[in-house]
């Protein structure tokens, strides 16, 4: 028996049941030199590189069929009507084996793309082999085409996504820590049944620590955070709390720590894990100077409690100059500036930290002395924005003083323009100057951004 590719010599085709995207019909025998489609398949080529794959099944070894193929069966088009020409019938060549070449992979996301009526069949194939394939470099890409195939039918996945999900459980842990497994684990959370959400609790249980600073299973978390009900993230919360600080400074852990800030910011497990960091100034300070822990920082001032709040704005009111001129503390500083003036109710950290930022109205006091910092200008000019009415002639009075200096540098000219647009004028400035221009901001630092 030869080993080469099946040659232009008839194909041998399946028996008469065979199923087209759930068309069944009589077949007899095609060509690969043939010029007309048979009646009804609009991707004649398409048809033929499945064809020839399926006669050659039984006949080579997968590496030789899964070779380059001709030129003339390379090029596989979206069909106009009726879907991407697929024939699967009852002993056809196994999907789970197609799609673990990148050509067959793309073969079979086209078709679930294509092709409604397709998805059931597709599942029904791949369903032995799912926990394998969906930690395949290919395979894992056609799994989570699935899943989103499944949600956009009729019955958005009532009759299919549940069948899916059964077969992952038990191999939850190991695909969550997988390169491509992560990904098939995200497009199973979405819109998972409450069953499926507990058995990944429960084969998480224990493990939340090193899982929350997994390069890959960080993503898992992060999604099951967003997507569950807060109760559900309990054990998560349980688990992190003794290592609070640890996952805050943690490259991929903060990542975490802050999906759960913003989406379970009244259970009381994540008070107790919030207090143990905000407990200490010293702590408070470490985390305004970090990277990462200031993130964290953030997303406490822009979910947590008042309390909260008010801890971080005393931490930084200890040395409100070095905190304005650092990288990452600054962006916390301004952010408690942004939060204290659009909650309700007393804030006497907030009005203590502009006080001490103000000093005595002269060039020594720390406002001035960040006008042209590199990172304090910023916070100079969010405080602009953000001081009330009866901070205003302090702080125009400060600038009027300091704006010799601003009119030499282009830090100070952001800084005269968001004066402008905040009080209509500058002292000192004749017109208008600088209207139309637009305050320079800091490129924006996005609290749940993905390395």
């Not at 497990?269 to 985390?287: F, N």
């Not at 600088?434 to 951004?449: C, D, Y």
């Amino acid at each position: 028996m030869t080993t080469g590719r099946a040659s232009n010599a008839f194909l041998a085709m399946p028996g008469p049941e065979c199923y087209l995207l759930g068309r069944t019909g009589p077949f007899t025998q095609l060509t690969l030199d043939q010029h007309q489609p048979p009646p009804g398949f609009e991707n004649y080529q398409g048809l033929l590189h499945l064809e020839t794959m399926k006669a050659a099944a039984s006949l080579l070894p997968l590496p030789t069929l899964l070779a380059p193929l001709p030129q003339c069966v390379k090029s596989i088009d979206t069909p106009k009507e009726s879907g991407l020409p697929i024939l699967l019938s009852r002993e056809d060549v196994a999907i789970g084996k197609v799609v673990r070449n990148q050509e067959g992979a793309e073969i079979v996301s086209q078709l679930l793309a294509a092709d409604a009526s397709a998805t059931p069949l597709v599942v029904t194939s791949l369903l032995p082999d799912l926990p394998f394939l969906a930690s395949h470099p290919h395979g894992a890409g056609v799994i989570s085409d699935l899943f989103e195939a499944c949600r956009r039918a009729p019955d958005h996945g009532a009759s299919t996504i549940p069948a899916l999900t059964r077969r992952l459980q038990g191999s939850l842990l190991r695909l969550t820590r997988d390169r491509w497994g992560c990904r098939v684990m995200q497009a199973a959370l979405e819109d998972a049944a409450p069953d499926f959400q507990q058995a990944f609790a429960n084969e998480l249980q224990g493990k939340a620590l090193k899982l929350c600073q997994h390069l890959h299973a960080n993503f898992v978390l992060q999604k099951y955070v967003e997507l569950v009900p807060a109760s559900s993230a309990g054990f998560l919360l349980e688990e992190l709390t003794p290592h609070a600080m640890e996952v805050a400074v943690h490259v991929y852990g903060c990542r975490v720590l802050q999906r759960l800030i913003e989406h379970c910011p009244r259970e009381p497990q994540l008070a107790s894990l919030l207090e143990s960091v905000l407990s200490a100034v010293p702590q408070i300070e470490k985390l305004l100077k970090d990277p990462f822990g200031s993130n964290v920082l953030r997303a406490v001032v822009a979910y947590g409690s008042d309390s909260q709040v008010k801890a971080i704005m005393a931490a930084i009111s200890t040395n409100v100059l070095k905190f304005a001129k650092h990288k990452h503390a600054s962006l916390v500083f301004e952010r408690c500036l942004e939060a204290s003036s659009e909650r309700s109710g007393d804030f006497p950290e907030r009005d203590m930290l502009v006080a001490l930022l103000l000093g005595d109205g002269t060039s020594r006091a720390p406002l001035a002395q960040v006008l042209l910092d590199r990172f304090g200008n910023y916070l100079a000019q969010r405080m602009i924005h953000c001081c009330k009415s009866e901070e205003e002639p302090r702080v125009l009075n400060l600038l009027a003083r300091c704006l010799p200096k601003l009119q030499r540098s282009p830090q100070g000219r952001h800084i005269t323009i968001a004066a402008q647009k905040r009080f209509g004028c500058m002292p000192g400035v004749p017109g208008n100057i600088g209207m139309s221009a637009q305050a320079s901001g800091r490129p924006s630092a996005n609290l749940g951004a993905q390395a």
